[in-house]
T-cell receptor, first 115, second 110 residues
Framework: DAGVIQSPRHEVTEMGQEVTLRCKPI?????LFWYRQTMMRGLELLIY????????DSGMPEDRFSAKMPNASFSTLKIQPSEPRDSAVYFC?????????????FGEGSWLTVV | GESVGLHLPTLSVQEGDNSIINCAYS??????FIWYKQESGKGPQFIID?????DKRQGQRVTVLLNKTVKHLSLQIAATQPGDSAVYFC?????????FGQGTRLTINP
């Protein structure tokens, strides 16, 4: 099993540019989560999907952030326009259910720097 | 709500000693708790979990203790090894969400 696959692993972009982060969850997992990690705020849940449907997006910081899951094997997190304060590590995770933590698998993260 | 921290708490232990990492959780309605390990440059990795109807659970070299009265969780690592160096997060589940704590950095002295 390849695990949760994220791309890009690292991205440096200029303020104002659009950023698209991609995620391929583990096959058969019904839940997909996007987290953001910063030194100041730790790991924050941004949004999660169940069967490709967004269930809770209350963690999305503002309208510049959007997430989609067009099918069971692909999700994107988009930031437009990007700002320096968006610099963080963005993790995608997937699980078979949202109940048991041992089924939540994290990707290696996308390290975003906005200059 | 989530706590905001400027500095990650650090625990330094001698190789071979036992490590105890503590965590205070905020939601008394949380019914499930998990410890994750995050190595540098990687995503969080599941270590062990415990449900609210339990006080203690043991894994391989790790034990999690839950004290619901004071909303406290701890992770004990026996015979700490260099490979245990990482940041450890506790997480609580409430209303389908997994909320992570601030994290504790564990460093191992040879």
């Amino acid at each position: 099993d390849a695990g949760v696959i994220q791309s890009p692993r690292h991205e440096v972009t200029e303020m104002g540019q659009e950023v698209t982060l991609r995620c391929k969850p583990i096959s058969g997992h019904d839940y997909l989560f996007w987290y953001r990690q910063t030194m100041m705020r730790g790991l924050e849940l941004l949004i999660y999907f169940n069967n490709n449907v967004p269930i809770d997006d209350s963690g999305m910081p503002e309208d510049r952030f959007s997430a989609k899951m067009p099918n069971a094997s692909f999700s994107t997190l988009k930031i437009q326009p990007s700002e320096p304060r968006d610099s963080a590590v963005y993790f995608c995770a997937s699980s078979r259910d949202a109940i048991s933590g041992n089924t939540i698998y994290f990707g290696e993260g996308s390290w975003l720097t906005v200059v | 709500g989530e706590s905001v921290g400027l500095h990650l708490p650090t625990l330094s232990v001698q190789e071979g000693d036992n490590s105890i990492i503590n965590c205070a959780y905020s939601n008394s309605a949380s019914d499930y708790f998990i410890w994750y390990k995050q190595e540098s440059g990687k995503g969080p990795q599941f270590i062990i979990d415990i449900r609210s109807n339990m006080d203690k659970r043991q894994g391989q070299r790790v034990t999690v203790l839950l004290n619901k009265t004071v909303k406290h969780l701890s992770l004990q690592i026996a015979a700490t090894q260099p490979g245990d160096s990482a940041v450890y997060f506790c997480a609580e589940k409430g209303a389908q969400k997994l909320v992570f704590g601030q994290g504790t950095r564990l460093t191992i002295n040879p």
